[in-house]
Every structure is written in structure tokens, then in C-alpha cells.
């Protein structure tokens, strides 16, 4: 299965402190996708990075990509308590044909505490 | 633009019966796809839907089904529920077919209780 999965579970951290999360996939992939999750919502696409990019930026977001180490990084800076959610990477590759199709991890909560 | 609008929001049925959800998406957007949200599988593709012909499914049995109209608007549809269907059902649309890998725009979600 190409599903991505993240790590940690759960992450507790301080307003202002930096939070990282990780996610692991196991197929090559066309391109690898963040979202956030307010409890009990629909999902929020925060940013898209390609296989051939190593780096991203958007705003407070910084995404990283190494798919020799088939990995994504999604770390997010100065976090406020607005940032406390669940976030989900989701990866996109061939599903039969020409067609492709996202496939999602199970998430990190993250917690910010004010 | 409107954003994606799921209907109903909440709904409970009891087991055997079946249900009928329905997702309207953003103005323009030509594919539709549907995903169940459960805290023990996560997040789980269902199938997506582009000029009212189904382009992709996931690994769900038969009673599991969908369809788009000609206004892109689409329906899912679960018959004979059990238990285990209990769950958020998002659906999510895109502009264009899917086949790039495009983002996602996705609607609040329709929680299904099966008592």
C-alpha cells in the first residue's frame, strides 16, 4: 500500500514552540499533500509538494520531501492555539491505469496549549 | 463560491435500512469523491466520480455505491447498514479529473450512526 503514516500519534506542545510531523510512505508517488482537520470537520488542504521538489513554503508551513527515504516532513513554526488539530498527509500516486488517487495516513493531533 | 455542501449533516438509521447521502460540489469542480472517516481505519477512499462516470473505487463491498449527474452533484448511497458504517462520510471535489493528483476541497461531512 502507498498509504503515508505519520509520526507521532500525538503531539502536546507549548504556544510558540515549533511542531514536526513526520510521515512515512512505501510507493513511489506522484505528488505528497497536507491537510488539517478540526474535530469532526471536513479536511483543509494546506500544501502540495511534487516528487521532484525537495522543499516547500506557505505562510507559518515549511514541507520537506526525500523520497529516496520515501518521507515528508511537515513542521510548523511559532504554532498558536488555533494550529490544534489533527493533520494528515496524503499521497498521490497511480491507481490502475492513468488515473490517480489519494491515499491518506492516519493523522497527528496536534495539541497547542496557550 | 460556495463551498462543498454535504446533506444531511447527522443522520441515524438502524441496522438494515438504508441511506442516501448527497454532496454538492464547488461551482465549476467535475470531479467528486467520497471518503469514510472512522478513529480506527482512518481515512479510507470510497471512489470518485468525473463527467458522471466512476473513475476510481476503494476496496468496499457492493452495498456501497455512487453516483454523479449531469450538474456534478453526487449521491452515495449504503444499503443494508451495519454496525460498522457508522462513521463521517466527507466528500471532497476538484476541479478538474483527478488524474494529476490535484488538491482537495472538501465538505463538513455526513455522520452516519447505525444503531
Known amino acids: 500500500s502507498q498509504q503515508g503514516e505519520e509520526d507521532p500519534q500525538a503531539l502536546s506542545i507549548q504556544e510558540g514552540e515549533n511542531a514536526t510531523m513526520n510521515c512515512s510512505y512505501k510507493?513511489?508517488?506522484?505528488?505528497l499533500q497536507w491537510y488539517r482537520q478540526n474535530s469532526g470537520r471536513g479536511l483543509v488542504h494546506l500544501i502540495l509538494?511534487?516528487?521532484?521538489?525537495r522543499e516547500k513554503h506557505s505562510g507559518r508551513l515549511r514541507v520537506t520531501l526525500d523520497t529516496s527515504k520515501k518521507s515528508s516532513s511537515l513542521l510548523i513554526t511559532a504554532s498558536r492555539a488555533a494550529d490544534t488539530a489533527s493533520y494528515f498527509c496524503?499521497?498521490?500516486?497511480?491507481?490502475?491505469?492513468?488515473?490517480?488517487?489519494?491515499?491518506f495516513g492516519k493523522g497527528t493531533l496536534l495539541t497547542v496549549n496557550p | 463560491k460556495a463551498g462543498v455542501t454535504q446533506t444531511p449533516r447527522y443522520l441515524i438509521k438502524t441496522r438494515g435500512q438504508q441511506v442516501t447521502l448527497s454532496c454538492s460540489p464547488i461551482?465549476?469542480?467535475?470531479?467528486v469523491s467520497w471518503y469514510q472517516q472512522t478513529p480506527g481505519q482512518g481515512l479510507q477512499f470510497l471512489f470518485e466520480?468525473?463527467?458522471?462516470?466512476?473513475?476510481n473505487k476503494g476496496n468496499f463491498p457492493g452495498r456501497f455505491s455512487g453516483r454523479q449527474f449531469s450538474n456534478s452533484r453526487s449521491e452515495m448511497n449504503v444499503s443494508t447498514l451495519e454496525l460498522g458504517d457508522s462513521a463521517l462520510y466527507l466528500c471532497?471535489?476538484?476541479?478538474?479529473?483527478?488524474?494529476?493528483?490535484?488538491?482537495?476541497?472538501f465538505g463538513s461531512g455526513t455522520q452516519l450512526s447505525v444503531l
Open positions: 471532497a471535489s476538484s476541479p478538474n479529473t483527478g488524474t494529476s493528483g490535484e488538491k482537495l476541497f
Open positions: 510507493t513511489s508517488i506522484n505528488n
Open positions: 509538494i511534487r516528487s521532484n521538489e
Open positions: 496524503a499521497t498521490v500516486g497511480l491507481s490502475g491505469g492513468s488515473n490517480y488517487k489519494l491515499t
Open positions: 461551482s465549476g469542480h467535475r470531479s
Open positions: 466520480y468525473f463527467s458522471e462516470t466512476q473513475r
